[in-house]
């Protein structure tokens, strides 16, 4: 259960770089996001599009980063000894 | 629900697995939201770094929405007439046969308005890759029905619907080219989710191979979203893509 619906923050294995800058606002990765971390922000970027936002529980397994059509994702995984 | 801060790496040790897209992208593109080109884009670069070949390789273009990559790709690209990038690489790939020479063109550009310039080219078994973006419309000027537009979908000049009797059947150039005998590989990936990403990316891959070890003509379709030329929201691209086009053009690899 994630955070979102109401459950107990999950810890992260990974992280992101968002360039919310660069983003059109599709939410293609909100969809394609296993664990669904991503919300979408309430502020707009200078394109006046909505951007991706993560929330703890990413699994740094980069699906963001695969369909996103404007490159927006940097995908990190902590390493073991980090945790 | 607290958000994460993600304006910076990690400061926790942490490795880099993915990054933002290819180093050959010098630039930003000005491609519609919720577009499937630029991934498209994203895994032929990444495939030409991966084989170490980027600085023996060729693109040939055609016209359409990817057009504005030629501006920011780091490869050499020649662009042609509508339709007529084969035949303009398979010159290129005759006069510098140790060139890695591929094509990227569009439906509209490859099925309508060059069938038979690809279709020539793959019978002559000419050892170069096309790289076919499907979306089913004219992206770049508007909107239009192709050739490859599904039986039903609407576009800006089959508002109804595309109508077999009215419009014709849609042309599946990825099978009619792998029933030559010049063929070497055939293959029909997409890019509406991550899954299909990466073995969209092993496709290309295979179809470069399968150019350098001389095998013969080798082509990848690529099923591309558009959500403004579908009339959709962005994010219902990949189900509208999984519910029409997948149906009319199975994926997978068509040559064994």
């Not at chain 2, 390789?57 to 359409?64: A, E, F, R, S, Y």
């Not at chain 2, 590989?185 to 991550?194: K, L, W």
């Amino acid at each position: 259960m994630s955070e979102q619906d109401g459950g107990t923050p999950r810890e992260s294995r990974g992280t992101l770089v968002i360039a919310g800058d660069r983003c059109k606002g599709c939410e293609l990765c909100v969809a394609a996001c296993p664990p669904r971390v991503l919300t979408m922000s309430s502020d707009v970027n200078e394109m006046g599009y909505r951007y991706p936002e993560l929330t703890s529980g990413c699994t740094g397994c980069t699906a963001c980063q695969m369909v996103c059509p404007d490159f927006v994702f940097e995908v990190y995984r902590f390493t073991p000894a980090a945790r | 629900m607290s958000v994460i801060d993600t304006s910076q790496p990690p400061s926790q040790p942490a490795k880099k697995v993915a990054e933002f897209s290819s180093p050959l992208l010098l630039g930003e593109h000005s491609l519609c939201p919720g577009c499937g080109e630029p991934v498209a884009l994203r895994l032929l670069l990444e495939v030409l770094q991966e084989l170490d070949i980027v600085q023996r390789t060729i693109g040939v273009v055609g016209h359409g929405c990817y057009g504005s990559f030629v501006r920011i790709m780091d490869v050499d690209v020649l662009q042609c007439l509508h339709g007529r990038a084969p035949s303009c690489a398979t010159g290129i790939k005759r006069v510098r046969p140790d060139r890695a020479v591929f094509t990227m063109q569009g439906d509209g550009d490859m099925v309508n308005e060059g069938l038979q310039e690809v279709l020539h080219t793959a019978a002559r078994g000419e050892k170069i890759t096309c790289v076919l973006l499907n979306n089913g419309v004219f992206g770049d000027t508007g909107g239009q029905l192709t050739a490859t537009t599904v039986l039903g979908q609407r576009t800006k000049t089959s508002l109804e619907g595309r109508d077999a009797e009215a419009h014709g059947h849609p042309i599946p150039v990825a099978d009619l080219v792998a029933g030559l005998p010049g063929t070497a590989y055939v293959a029909r990936g997409t890019v509406a989710t991550a899954g299909s990403v990466a073995q969209t990316k092993r496709m290309l891959r295979r179809a470069f191979e399968a150019q350098l070890s001389g095998a013969g003509f080798s082509l990848v379709e690529i099923l591309t979203m558009c959500p403004t030329g579908w009339f959709v929201p962005a994010p219902d691209g990949p189900g509208y893509l999984a519910d029409s086009m997948e149906q009319a053009y199975p994926l997978g690899e068509l040559t064994t």
